[in-house]
Nanobody, 115 residues
Framework: QVQLVESGGGLVQAGGSLRLSCAAS????????LGWYRQAPGKQREPVAT???????NYADSVTGRFTISRDNAKNTVNLHMTSLKPEDTAVYYC?????????WGQGTQVTVSS
């Protein structure tokens, strides 16, 4: 099993930046895929960014060029650096791990971007 705990959410003005962090309960070098997803009110959860164990990254079109995902194997964290934030980025952000083909989710952290 993998437990995930997100942190770093909050309220920020449009154009600002936030850094989210997700701490994993096991060594992340053994986790196949780590990612960030988000869910806005009344909408389905959607992928934001993912990173594989080899370091390959993938981003949603809406955040490409503004968000950066990274993993810190020494600290067992996966991070999401968000810049040029927009009101439409407002959502609960969830961390996800794919480990032995099973999905594990964190509890989520709220990000609110004011206009």
């Amino acid at each position: 099993q993998v437990q995930l705990v997100e942190s770093g959410g909050g309220l920020v003005q449009a154009g600002g930046s936030l850094r989210l962090s997700c701490a994993a309960s096991r060594r992340i070098f053994s986790i196949d895929i780590l990612g960030w997803y988000r869910q806005a009110p009344g909408k389905q959860r959607e992928p934001v960014a993912t990173i594989t164990s080899s370091g390959s990254t993938n981003y949603a079109d809406s955040v490409t060029g503004r968000f950066t995902i990274s993993r810190d194997n020494a600290k067992n964290t996966v991070n999401l650096h968000m810049t040029s934030l927009k009101p439409e980025d407002t959502a609960v952000y969830y961390c996800k791990a794919v480990y032995y083909s099973l999905d594990y989710w964190g509890q989520g952290t709220q990000v609110t971007v004011s206009s």
